[in-house]
């Protein structure tokens, strides 16, 4: 009876102390973390125990989680919607822009048969790929395309220099499958050119090796470094406005000159000229109208 009333009695003394040291074991984990600078290993643990035993960082921890979700995916939706209006704007632009260009046409086309001119056509034509490029000719090229593609002499060529057309050259010569077109630098090519607004004309002239020439220019024509030149309405092969190039530098030819010369640096450069678009003759149009 002794033995078993001493081991009763040890049983609470031994449950007593592990209640009074958990709290404190607890307590100074939790002083030491607090003294202790929060760097390195021991933010990890605080971090790690506040996890595990704090139920509320647990659940603003996801809280947080969810709610930086809602706020990218509702930034997305505001993006996209803001590109979708912007989009939106730019088709209509383009849309006022399309019908203001019609209605340009249209007028332009009253305009032109009540002052009884020349009439402006629209372009019409025909891609080519250069085929063949003549090593002792560098400023002649063989397309792959011919009379059977309605492709005539004397029939204005356009090409493409970084995103913008400009003129390539004339056809010269043509067969059923191809074509020569004679380059804009070619000591034999020439094509009635205005500068800037229109208001003076000159004759533009390739040079081979040399520079291309605007020649005949009215000596009190201001001139500027930079000023476009385009194909003139008076010209009989090109229609007008095709872009030329650009004004390089202005020439001096003696004190007693009758004309200004201007050196002009083409849009299109021979060596670029890969692809090309021919434009078709009014004539050939017509006769092809008349056949269907």
């Known amino acids: 009876m002794f033995v078993k009333q001493k081991t009763t009695k040890k049983q609470p003394s031994m449950t007593n102390r592990r209640r009074v040291l958990f709290p404190a074991a607890f307590l100074l984990l939790a002083f030491l973390l607090m003294i202790l600078p929060l760097e390195g290993f021991v933010s990890s643990v605080k971090t790690v125990l506040s996890y595990v035993f704090i139920p509320q960082v647990r659940t603003a921890h996801g809280t947080v989680k969810y709610v930086q979700g809602v706020s990218k995916t509702v930034q997305e939706l505001l993006n996209a919607h803001h590109e979708n209006s912007q989009l939106k704007q730019q088709i209509e632009m383009d849309r006022l822009l399309t019908a203001q260009a019609e209605t340009v046409f249209k007028e332009n086309e009253r305009l032109t048969k009540a002052l009884q001119l020349r009439p402006v056509d629209r372009w019409h034509g025909t891609w080519a790929k250069v085929a063949y490029r003549?090593?002792?000719?560098?400023?002649?090229?063989?397309?792959?395309?011919?009379s059977v593609d309605g492709i005539s002499p004397r029939s204005a060529v356009l090409s493409l220099e970084q995103g913008e057309e400009g003129l390539a050259g004339v056809v010269v010569e043509v067969t059923e499958n191809t074509a020569k077109v004679l380059l804009v630098r070619d000591e034999?090519?020439?094509?009635?050119?205005?500068?800037?607004?229109?208001?003076?004309?000159?004759l533009l002239v390739g040079g081979g090796v040399q520079p291309v020439r605007v020649k005949y220019l009215p000596l009190l024509t201001p001139i500027a470094k930079g000023d476009k030149v385009f194909t003139s309405a008076t010209s009989s092969i090109f229609p007008a406005g095709i872009l030329v190039g650009k004004v390089r530098a202005v020439?001096?030819?003696?004190?007693?000159?009758?004309?200004?010369?201007?050196?002009?640096?083409p849009?299109?450069?021979?060596?670029?000229?890969?692809?090309?678009?021919?434009?078709?003759q009014q004539e050939k149009k017509t006769h092809d109208v008349e056949d269907r």
């Open 188 to 202: 034999n090519f020439s094509a009635a050119v205005m500068l800037g607004d229109g208001q003076e004309e000159g």
């Open 134 to 146: 003549e090593p002792s000719q560098w400023n002649t090229v063989i397309i792959d395309k011919g």
């Open 251 to 265: 020439q001096g030819d003696g004190s007693f000159q009758t004309a200004q010369t201007v050196e002009v640096e």
């Open 267 to 280: 849009q299109v450069r021979s060596s670029a000229v890969k692809e090309v678009f021919v434009i078709l």
